[in-house]
């Protein structure tokens, strides 16, 4: 079983609907969590991180963690097509909290 | 520019040849931490260095790779004798502080990367 996995897609939604990307997890002790934004060619950005369960809104984008059911998404609303990238998930331990485990990512496009 | 930079972007190698790769952290950052990306895969922990120390290595093979921090210069991951499976992306990336249980934990800033062919 992978540690963090994600559906590699791609999601493809309109101009303007809301994108829903899902992670999961493996390890109960994982306590920090990041959503990372990669375009093709170039380096992860970070665009959110979430640490307690529940919502966290940060303009178009909201991080919502459920920690008892190993479990993290991130809602884009009113996608633009400026967000078509590949959506990276990411978990850290209380123990090795800078060592951060990837998902695979998932890709997402927004069409016009 | 005061994000983390990497060089050279580019590196194509024949077999057996040796890579180096350079980072220099942000400015105010003492933490470097390097990952490797195989295409259609996630980034992958290879190893964790402050100044002088390694502090975790867990992540990189036992052989062949090696990484340093000096206490001047940028952070190199140097690659012997490369072979064709190490053709990847090596992205290093830096953070200002890591303290279990801050707020500002695991957020990393990454480089461009320097992707590695190996012919």
């Known amino acids: 079983q992978k540690e963090v996995e994600q559906n590699s897609g791609p999601l493809s939604v309109p101009e303007g609907a809301i994108a829903s990307l899902n992670c999961t997890y493996s390890?109960?002790?994982?306590?920090?969590f990041f959503w990372y934004r990669q375009y093709s060619g170039k380096s992860p950005e970070l665009i959110m991180s979430?640490?307690?369960?529940g919502d966290k809104e940060d303009g178009r984008f909201t991080a919502q963690l459920n920690k008892a059911s190993q479990y993290v998404s991130l809602l884009i609303r009113d996608s633009q097509p400026s967000d078509s990238a590949t959506y990276l998930c990411?978990?850290?331990?209380?123990?090795?909290?800078?060592?951060?485990?990837f998902g695979s990512g998932t890709r997402l496009l927004v069409r016009p | 520019n005061a994000g983390v930079m990497q060089n050279p972007r580019h590196l194509v190698r024949r077999r057996g040849q040796e890579a180096r790769l350079r980072c220099s952290p942000m400015?105010?950052?003492?933490?470097v931490y390097w990952y490797r990306q195989l295409p259609e895969e996630g980034l992958k922990f290879m190893v964790y260095?402050?100044?002088?120390?390694?502090?975790?290595e867990s992540g990189m093979p036992k052989e062949r790779f090696s990484a340093e921090f000096p206490k001047e210069g940028p952070s190199i991951l140097r690659i012997q004798q490369v072979v064709r499976g190490d053709s990847a992306a090596y992205f290093c990336?830096?953070?200002?502080?890591?303290?279990?249980?801050?707020?500002?934990?695991?957020?990393?800033?990454f480089g461009e990367g320097s992707r590695l062919t190996v012919l």
């Open positions: 990336a830096s953070s200002p502080v890591v303290e279990t249980g801050a707020s500002n934990t695991g957020e990393l800033f």
């Open positions: 390890d109960r002790g994982s306590q920090s």
């Open positions: 979430i640490y307690s369960n």
């Open positions: 990411a978990v850290s331990g209380w123990d090795s909290s800078y060592k951060l485990i």
């Open positions: 400015k105010g950052h003492s933490h």
């Open positions: 260095l402050q100044k002088e120390n390694i502090i975790d």
